[in-house]
C-alpha cells in the first residue's frame, strides 16, 4: 500500500487510499448485515463489520510503528456512520506525542470512524476516555441486556481462529499485508477471536440484533496467531443506553493456556438495537 501524506495544523496526516471493504457477514440470517433485517431496522442495507475497517488502518500503523506495533501496539475506533458492502473508504492517521488521531471517511467525506493508535499501552484511548464520559444506564431502561450487570466475569473461555479462516478473511482483505500470509491474525480476526466470548457475557441477549459501536485493540505480548490455542476470560465494564439501543462495555483478555500470560485485549461496546426485540415492542 502507497501512503499519502499531506499537511495537517498539527502535523503530517497520512491518507490511505480509497478501498471498498466487502460485507463478509451478509449471509448470516437476521443479523445487522443481512440486507433485509438491516433495512428494517432503519439502515440502507446490510452493515460491514466495523472490524473490518480496522484492517485499512494497520499499514498506516506499521509506517508509524513499525512491525512492533503487532506486539504492543493498541487501536481503537468510535464508530459514527455505518457502511455496506463496497463502499468505498478512506483511512487517514495524524500522528501525536502520545498517539495518533485516526479517521475514516467515505467518498462524500462523511465520517464512518474516528479513534487512536499508539505503539504502546494506553490508557488515554479513544475508547477509554469515551467510557469515562457515558452515564450509567437505569435498571428500568435495560431489558435485553436484564440479565448482564456492572463487575461479571467469565473465566476459561477457549478461544482459536484456525489457519483456514484467516486464509478465508484474506482473500477479501483490503490492505494484504505480508506477515499475514505466516499467520500473524490482522485486527479484524483479532476481534473474531475475542468475539468468541460474546455468549459469555450477553448470553440470550444475543438473540436480539447487535452491531460495534466501539472497539479496542490492545496487544500486550502480540502478535496472536491463527492455529493457535488461546483461554479468555470477561469483564463487564459498563451498561447504557440510547434511545435506539442498549449498549454493553467489556473486556476481553487473551491469555496463553500454557504460561498464563496475557496476549492481547479486546475491548467491545456492542449495541443492541430496541426495534430488534420484543422486549421494546411499542403498544
Keep these: 500500500m502507497r501512503v499519502a501524506q499531506q499537511a495537517a495544523g498539527d502535523g503530517t496526516t497520512l491518507v490511505g487510499p480509497l478501498r471498498t471493504p466487502r460485507n463478509t ?12 433485517t438491516a433495512s428494517k431496522l432503519g439502515f440502507r442495507g446490510g452493515t460491514v463489520a466495523g472490524s473490518i475497517h480496522m484492517d485499512q488502518f494497520v499499514p498506516l500503523l506499521v509506517d508509524l510503528y513499525g512491525q512492533a506495533w503487532f506486539e504492543g501496539g493498541n487501536l481503537s475506533l468510535l464508530f459514527k456512520q455505518p457502511t455496506v458492502d463496497g463502499e468505498a473508504v478512506s483511512a487517514q492517521a495524524t500522528p501525536g506525542a502520545e498517539r495518533a488521531r485516526l479517521q475514516m471517511y467515505d467518498q462524500a467525506m462523511a465520517l464512518i470512524c474516528q479513534g487512536s493508535a499508539a505503539d504502546h499501552a494506553d490508557a488515554g484511548s479513544e475508547l477509554s476516555r469515551h467510557l469515562l464520559t457515558q452515564e450509567t444506564a437505569p435498571r428500568s431502561a435495560i431489558r435485553i441486556l436484564a440479565d448482564v450487570h456492572v463487575g461479571d466475569e467469565a473465566h476459561g ?15 477479501t482483505i483490503t490492505e494484504p499485508l505480508e506477515c499475514y500470509q505466516d499467520g500473524v491474525l490482522p485486527p479484524s480476526m483479532v ?7 460474546r455468549s459469555a457475557v450477553v ?21 496472536l496467531r491463527a492455529g493457535v490455542d488461546y483461554v479468555g476470560r470477561t469483564r463487564v465494564h459498563a451498561l447504557t443506553e440510547s434511545p435506539r439501543t442498549e449498549n ?7 491469555a496463553d493456556p500454557r504460561t498464563g500470560r496475557d496476549q492481547a485485549r479486546v475491548t467491545f461496546c456492542l449495541r443492541f438495537m430496541k426495534d430488534s426485540s420484543p422486549l421494546w415492542a411499542r403498544a
Design 203 to 223: 448470553g440470550s441477549a444475543g438473540a436480539a440484533v447487535g452491531l460495534f459501536g466501539a472497539l479496542e485493540i490492545q496487544f500486550l505480548e502480540g502478535p
Design 248 to 254: 454493553v462495555w467489556y473486556d476481553v483478555l487473551i
Design 25 to 36: 457477514a451478509s449471509e448470516i440470517k437476521g443479523s445487522i448485515h443481512e440486507d433485509a
Design 191 to 197: 476481534v473474531h477471536l475475542a468475539h468468541g466470548a
Design 157 to 171: 473461555l477457549a478461544l482459536r481462529i484456525s489457519p483456514e479462516a484467516l486464509t478465508q478473511r484474506l482473500e
